[in-house]
């Protein structure tokens, strides 16, 4: 079936721009989550959604940073204000519950570069 | 909260031989370690994965061990191919469908 998928793949900012980055999870898969990764870094947890309900949003690095997903499925995160230190591939992944509960898919990425 | 480190950043070995990567974790709550394998550009890929009822798991030719008294797990890779070499993070999360810890990753070459 299908995997997770984001939009757009890449996406140039001026500084003090707002962007807005789509996933869509594996169909049924209850939590759904954002990382960033830096630049020859491992993925950094942002925050992650159960359904509709935000259970974490601990990592997300400043009030620039929101996210939702008011349906229980598809997620967008928001940047507001972008600055340069906002540049990295930000990661959707998705898990279902059950046995396989644990495993989490991650989507391509967005490619984030704010000039 | 929970830190993982990872070792080596980099490794090289040559086509045939094993590798082996390092990481060890800080949370004694934490019982779900993966492993993921991120080629250049591309998503991370789940290739094998351990919990912390069990102190070994194989998958053809990949392993992983988990040492929960001294809080280490390691992955494993014999007669390794120039198609394994990648990026590999190993990862933690506490019981539930929590959020995963990262190592900072392994860039294995496998040299033919």
């Known amino acids: 079936g299908a995997g997770v998928s984001q939009s757009p793949r890449y996406k140039v900012a001026k500084r003090g721009q707002d962007v807005a980055l789509r996933c869509d999870p594996i169909?049924?898969?209850?939590?759904l989550f954002w990382y960033q990764q830096a630049l020859g870094q491992g993925p950094e947890f942002l925050t992650y959604?159960?359904?509709?309900?935000?259970?974490?949003k601990s990592g997300l690095p400043s009030d620039r940073f929101f996210a939702e997903r008011p349906e229980g499925s598809v997620s967008t995160l928001k940047i507001q204000r972008t600055q340069q230190e906002d540049s990295a591939v930000y990661l959707c992944?998705?898990?279902?519950?059950?046995?396989?509960?644990?495993?989490?898919?991650f989507g391509p990425g967005t490619r984030l570069t704010v000039t | 909260g929970e830190n993982v480190e990872q070792h080596p950043s980099t490794l090289s070995v040559q086509e045939g031989d094993s590798a082996v990567i390092k990481c060890t974790y800080s949370?004694?709550?934490?019982?779900?370690f993966p492993w993921y394998k991120q080629e250049l550009g591309k998503r991370p890929q789940l290739i094998i994965d351990?919990?912390?009822?069990?102190g070994e798991k194989k998958d053809q030719r990949i392993a992983v061990t988990l040492n929960k008294t001294a809080k280490h797990f390691s992955l494993h890779i014999t007669e390794t191919q120039p198609e394994d070499s990648a990026v590999y993070f190993c990862?933690?999360?506490?019981?539930?469908?929590?959020?995963?810890?990262f190592g900072k990753g392994t860039r294995l070459s496998v040299i033919a």
């Open positions: 992944a998705s898990s279902t519950v059950g046995r396989s509960s644990y495993e989490q898919y």
């Open positions: 169909s049924g898969h209850v939590s």
């Open positions: 959604f159960q359904n509709e309900a935000q259970l974490d």
């Open positions: 949370d004694s709550a934490s019982n779900y």
């Open positions: 351990i919990r912390s009822n069990v």
């Open positions: 990862a933690a999360s506490t019981p539930g469908n929590t959020p995963l810890v």
